[in-house]
């Protein structure tokens, strides 16, 4: 790529490319107290922990750390948390966009998603995960729109990684043709995708990346498909799976980078066994799954296990990780 008035901008897209090959980030959770508020001492406890696991960096502001819910002051504390806590090499992905409530203009979901990403950037992030922009779900000029709305956020001038996150889980489906047109905005290094039961989706943009866009780097977001994903074409991981248990899941995907088959499947196993304990309906529970996991550890405190988005923990969950996390001997 040819150095010029922008190579700054070219080198630091270059570098976070590079990066992402072979790479692995939790999007990590918030840990709150039961009033609602910031947990800041099990925060610092989870940073100092999280800096010792074998994770290229972390994922803040996504969906499973509540980016779009959490108020502009809790993002701007949570990142300086992870970039004080975090050794220099490790790199911090911001989720970008904005929520798609009733009586929202086109202006005003733009003008949000823009001075989210301007904050990231201001605060130093070296890259963002763009949010789908749900907003245009179902309107004339789709596909049109979506186009624009990821040229705006380029214009931000960090490294940019798409959410490819299907409607049935609440995102909004791109169609082959659009996701041409995403992969060649030259911020774009890569695509994180997330589409729960629909394999062939996954498949279908694999194989576009594989034949047309080589330098794309596809991201896995599939925490229930985690080992096959990463067989089936995966660079790195963004999983809020990764926000507990990492080594385990590391060693996965070590294991298939290395091609050491035979372990990888053992470790698959394993990985879908966590998944299938934290990942379940109703789906938004994983957080709060994630953190339980996180308290039974010890890494932080039991009161610290409370998500106020979500819809709370059930015995029956409680039980059941319990007896998965003795059963893989992470608990």
């Not at 700054?8 to 990066?19: S, Y």
């Not at 733009?110 to 949010?131: F, Q, R």
């Not at 179902?138 to 729109?145: A, N, V």
Request: net charge negative; hydrophobic share 40%.
């Amino acid at each position: 790529m040819v150095r010029n008035s922008i190579g700054g901008k070219a080198m630091k897209i270059d570098t976070i490319r590079e990066k992402l090959e072979h790479s692995f980030f939790p999007a990590v959770p918030i840990p709150f107290d039961r009033s609602g508020k910031i947990h800041e001492t099990a925060q610092e406890q989870y940073v100092k922990y999280m800096d010792k696991q074998p994770i290229t960096g972390v994922a803040v502001w996504a969906h499973t750390g509540r980016g779009l819910l959490i108020t502009r002051e809790q993002r701007e504390y949570i990142f300086i948390s992870w970039r004080a806590g975090l050794s220099r090499e490790k790199i911090i992905i911001c989720g970008v966009g904005a929520r798609t409530v009733k009586d929202l203009t086109e202006e005003k979901f733009i003008k949000n998603t823009l001075e989210m990403g301007i904050h990231a950037k201001d605060l130093g992030a070296d890259a963002i995960l763009a949010y789908p922009p749900t907003y245009y779900r179902g309107k004339e000029y789709m596909d049109k729109k979506i186009i624009d709305y990821h040229k705006k956020i380029a214009e931000i001038g960090l490294p940019i990684i798409l959410f490819y996150l299907y409607d049935e889980a609440g995102g909004i489906s791109y169609s082959q043709k659009v996701l041409e047109q995403l992969f060649s905005i030259e911020n774009v290094v890569g695509i994180k995708m997330a589409t729960l039961d629909s394999i062939v989706t996954y498949q279908d943009v694999s194989k576009l990346i594989l034949d047309k866009f080589p330098h794309i780097k596809l991201i896995t977001g599939e925490d229930r498909m985690f080992g096959y994903t990463i067989a089936r074409g995966a660079a790195g991981a963004l999983v809020g799976l990764g926000s507990a248990c990492q080594k385990l899941q590391w060693e996965m995907m070590d294991s298939f980078f290395r091609r050491d088959y035979e372990d990888f499947v053992k470790l698959m196993l394993d990985v879908d066994k966590l998944a299938e304990c934290t990942f379940i309906d109703p789906m938004e529970g994983y957080i709060e799954r994630m953190l339980y996991i996180l308290s039974l550890q010890g890494i932080i405190p039991e009161d610290a296990v409370n998500d106020p988005y979500g819809p709370g923990l059930k015995q029956q969950d409680k039980e059941e990780i319990r007896k998965i996390l003795q059963e893989l001997h992470l608990y």
